[in-house]
């Protein structure tokens, strides 16, 4: 069985956790564990539960209410009690520590990725108002207030550039469009047998259709991103579907001396999920195996059934596909950012257009499209690798670990 990060696991993926509920049921224990680290403070156990409720309920609100909220809970709790507002101050710190360690503990490091800021931006609120409240603690409030203004305008740029690559691929489309247009009518103008002008237009061919493909990866991106990517469920074989994809770029790998292997998979059953989806997901991750893999190497694909309870023998219901290569593999401290948009690991300049020559870096949007369409299905995607070394050629493995699906999901389940 692979070695997976550690993750929320289970088949649980982390959209499908509401932080909220989780939050209300950790209530009781961090209290206890809160006022064990300090039983001289004056707030109670009942104090610390009505905080921990305001946060869950703040949870998923604007900014602006949740603001708002932290502000209505300082004054109807300490009001100007300066000493009340210190023990206040300290309370949060720790329930800021302990939170910080049970998201980790629940959701290992991935998923308090995603949750932690969440919790913090309101806890750091509270800090900043208990802060303000204890007087003579103003400097500490500043700095919080920074943080939390730059919390923000991050926030904020990741929007611009959601928005940005939305509006790009938009307005790409229309000259693109003129372009196509263009080529196909000096297609047919030309004359046939002058093979200097078929060169020309078998090159625009190729620019044009080159960049419908990154401003569709754009599009994609840009829907995965507003979380309004559709998935079309549907009976598959998932081995028929990678052994199609891989035909469709077999040549691809012969032109470069690549071997491409398509282990039998050997599942019982059919399975469900979006046939288009998924093979898009293969043929970019089957193809990074090329263009990361020097001639003369090999790209296997494999797939096994995961059990994931093997204290209970619980019986196996995801299908974890694995690309392996031989090629130059992924350093350590990239194996994560790659799945970020624009998250290739290369210099831009070295970028070149070419889909499947060696080191043929591109925009870097593929894998995080690849990791949105399988978190659609309700699976996951990661990679691993002993490191990046272009002589040692250990290579790299990605796992495809998706939903072994006997019916299409129910309406709120999560693919
Ligand atoms: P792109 O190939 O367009 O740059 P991707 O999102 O497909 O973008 O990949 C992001 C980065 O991940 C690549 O630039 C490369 O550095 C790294 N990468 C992806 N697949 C592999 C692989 N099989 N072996 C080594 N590095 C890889």
Not at 37 to 43: A, E, F, G, K, Y
Not at 220 to 244: F, P
Not at 305 to 327: K, L, P, W
Request: proline share 4%.
């Amino acid at each position: 069985m692979s070695d997976k990060p550690s993750n929320i696991g289970w088949n649980k993926t982390l959209s499908e956790i509401p932080l909220a509920p989780w939050l209300q049921q950790q209530t009781t224990r961090l209290c206890e564990q809160i006022l064990d680290d300090l039983p001289n403070v004056l707030p109670d156990g009942k104090d610390v539960d009505d905080f921990l409720r305001m946060v869950s309920l703040s949870l998923g609100q604007p900014i602006a209410e949740q603001l708002y909220q932290v502000q209505v809970w300082a004054v109807r709790v300490f009001g100007a009690d300066s000493e009340l507002a210190m023990d206040w101050l300290l309370i949060l710190r720790v329930l800021k520590e302990k939170l910080f360690q049970r998201l980790i503990d629940n959701f290992g490091t991935e998923g308090m990725a995603g949750y932690w800021p969440k919790v913090d931006r309101i806890v750091t609120y509270a800090l900043i108002e208990t802060a303000k409240l204890t007087g003579g603690n103003s400097e500490e409030a500043l700095i919080l207030e920074h943080m939390v203004n730059l919390r923000r305008q991050m926030e904020e740029l990741d929007r611009t550039k959601s928005h940005f690559i939305q509006v790009a691929a938009h307005e790409l489309r229309t000259p693109l469009t003129l372009l196509e247009g263009y080529t196909n009518m000096l297609r047919e103008e030309a004359l046939a047998e002058e093979p200097l002008v078929q060169m020309y237009i078998a090159g625009l061919d190729g620019g044009t259709n080159r960049l419908r493909e990154i401003i569709g990866d754009m599009i994609d991106l840009s829907m995965i991103e507003s979380g309004i990517i559709q998935i079309t469920h549907q009976e598959i074989y998932l081995e028929q579907m990678v052994r199609q994809v891989s035909d469709s770029i077999r040549r691809t790998f012969e032109h470069r001396r690549v071997t491409l292997v398509v282990e039998s998979f050997a599942l019982p059953h059919a399975m469900y999920g979006d046939p288009e989806r998924l093979s898009q997901v293969f043929k970019k991750i089957i193809g990074n195996g090329l263009k990361y893999t020097p001639d003369g190497g090999t790209v296997t694909v494999r797939a096994e059934q995961v059990r994931h309870d093997e204290a209970t023998a619980d019986i196996a219901n995801y299908i974890d596909v694995q690309v392996q290569d031989t090629g130059i593999g992924i350093a350590s401290e990239h194996l994560e950012s790659i799945f970020e948009s624009f998250g290739g690991t290369g210099d831009v300049k070295l970028h070149s257009s070419g889909k499947t020559k060696f080191k043929g870096g591109g925009p870097g949007l593929g894998l995080p499209i690849a990791r949105g369409i399988v978190e659609a299905h309700g699976g996951r995607i990661w990679a691993e690798s002993e490191g990046f070394d272009e002589r040692k050629l250990s290579g790299s493995t990605f796992h495809i670990e998706l939903p072994y699906r006997t019916a299409p999901p129910q309406l709120g389940e999560k693919g």
